[in-house]
């Protein structure tokens, strides 16, 4: 990790500059920095999702059967303030994904939870007025990532937690699930989802071939399971004060809805758990990142769940199409709802002050 002293030195420059560009101007205090403004107001620009990795786990699992290698693209350095400068992100909550760490034992993922969430910790710390950090609890064992969670947010800081859309293919909506959930709402914390592998949702071979289908099908088609299995099984209404972001604008859960809506009215095998219609979950308890990468997928997504359940997100250091100009641009959203968009929702939820 970085020392502050290189860090600084890195990015400190003397001098300021700006220009506009129609109602939306870019003030730039370092000539890598880009200042977002909309109607004249200074915003600040909150990305949700944000890999890294830590690499002092490495020691934490060698010998074991998890022992592996922290790739440097996730590694936090000032490469990753270059680009956040360079898009006009002022801050990130950073997550580790993946959760390879969802196959250990209870010791070993203690461990592993603590070296990770107290390296995110450090470098937070370090960055107060550029990350916040999101709990990479130990999903596979809920008592002991309850507990990881309550360590997270009071004694580190942390604003959340990071999940996936299954533990080891066991949907984590069942009732196992709950004490986790019930410390998440009772910390009044929100729980960023990200997929992890969808493999086991299809059949060996299913994702073969041209496409990296794995990922361009099946990192939505996870989020998309995740959420109505959420949804489905009555997790929201057990936990009614719970707030969970889904990666990747939602899956595929946004984009064909109406299906989803009907399903526990149309199917008498359904045997549907929910309270309430499928749509009132995403206009209240289900956010989605923005991360959908054309103007009317945009539209479409804030048509169906409100401005105030999207926010942004970049998934760096992976080099997706970013968003950021994307909601700057969109007619169909007013300067509030852009606001909200970009930072103003995240700033709440994630209590960014």
């Known amino acids: 990790m970085p020392d502050r002293r290189e860090f600084l030195k890195t990015v400190a420059?003397?001098?300021?500059?700006?220009f506009a560009l129609g109602p939306y101007s870019y003030a730039v205090a370092q000539p890598t920095r880009r200042r977002i403004s909309i109607g004249g107001k200074p915003i600040k620009v909150v990305d949700i999702h944000a890999h890294c990795g830590i690499p002092a786990v490495e020691k934490v699992v060698s010998g074991t059967p998890l022992e592996m290698t922290v790739g440097d693209l996730r590694l936090l350095g000032p490469?990753?303030?270059?680009?956040?400068?360079?898009?006009?992100?002022?801050?990130?909550?950073?997550?580790?994904?993946?959760?390879?760490w969802y196959t250990a034992d209870e010791d070993l993922a203690r461990r592993i939870t603590r070296t990770q969430d107290e390296g995110l910790a450090e470098w937070c710390a370090d960055h107060p007025d550029r990350f916040v950090a999101l709990s990479t609890v130990s999903l596979?064992?809920?008592?002991?990532?309850?507990?990881?969670?309550?360590?997270?947010?009071?004694?580190?800081?942390?604003?959340?937690?990071?999940?996936?859309?299954?533990?080891?293919?066991?949907?984590?909506?069942?009732?196992?699930?709950?004490?986790?959930?019930?410390?998440?709402?009772?910390?009044?914390?929100?729980?960023?989802?990200?997929?992890?592998?969808?493999?086991?949702?299809?059949?060996?071979?299913?994702?073969?071939?041209?496409?990296d289908l794995g990922n361009i099908i099946g990192n939505p088609l996870e989020t998309t399971t995740f959420l109505s299995h959420m949804i489905f099984d009555g997790t929201f209404d057990r936990f009614p004060q719970l707030k969970v972001c889904a990666a990747h604008g939602g899956g595929y859960l946004p984009s064909y809805?109406?299906?989803?809506?009907?399903?526990?009215?149309?199917?008498?095998?359904?045997?549907?758990?929910?309270?309430?219609?499928?749509?009132?979950?995403?206009?209240?308890?289900?956010?989605?990142?923005?991360?959908?990468?054309?103007?009317?997928?945009?539209?479409?997504?804030?048509?169906?769940?409100?401005?105030?359940?999207?926010?942004?997100?970049?998934?760096?250091?992976?080099?997706?199409?970013?968003?950021?100009?994307?909601?700057?641009?969109?007619s169909y959203l007013c300067d509030a709802e852009k606001e909200a968009i970009l930072g103003g929702n995240l700033l709440q939820l994630l209590r960014i002050g």
């Open 13 to 18: 420059y003397a001098g300021a500059a700006g």
């Open 79 to 100: 490469r990753r303030l270059e680009r956040m400068d360079k898009l006009g992100v002022d801050i990130q909550a950073l997550s580790i994904n993946q959760y390879w």
């Open 140 to 211: 596979q064992h809920p008592d002991l990532a309850a507990e990881q969670l309550e360590y997270a947010v009071t004694k580190l800081g942390h604003r959340g937690a990071s999940i996936g859309g299954h533990v080891n293919g066991a949907a984590p909506s069942s009732e196992r699930f709950d004490p986790f959930w019930a410390k998440a709402e009772e910390l009044g914390v929100t729980v960023f989802m990200h997929p992890s592998s969808a493999e086991y949702l299809v059949k060996e071979g299913g994702f073969d071939g041209r496409g």
């Open 257 to 330: 809805l109406g299906r989803t809506e009907v399903a526990c009215e149309v199917r008498g095998n359904a045997n549907c758990a929910n309270q309430k219609r499928p749509s009132e979950y995403l206009k209240s308890q289900i956010l989605a990142d923005s991360m959908v990468f054309t103007d009317e997928g945009l539209r479409h997504l804030v048509a169906e769940m409100g401005a105030s359940q999207v926010v942004y997100g970049t998934d760096l250091p992976f080099s997706w199409p970013d968003t950021l100009d994307l909601i700057l641009n969109a």
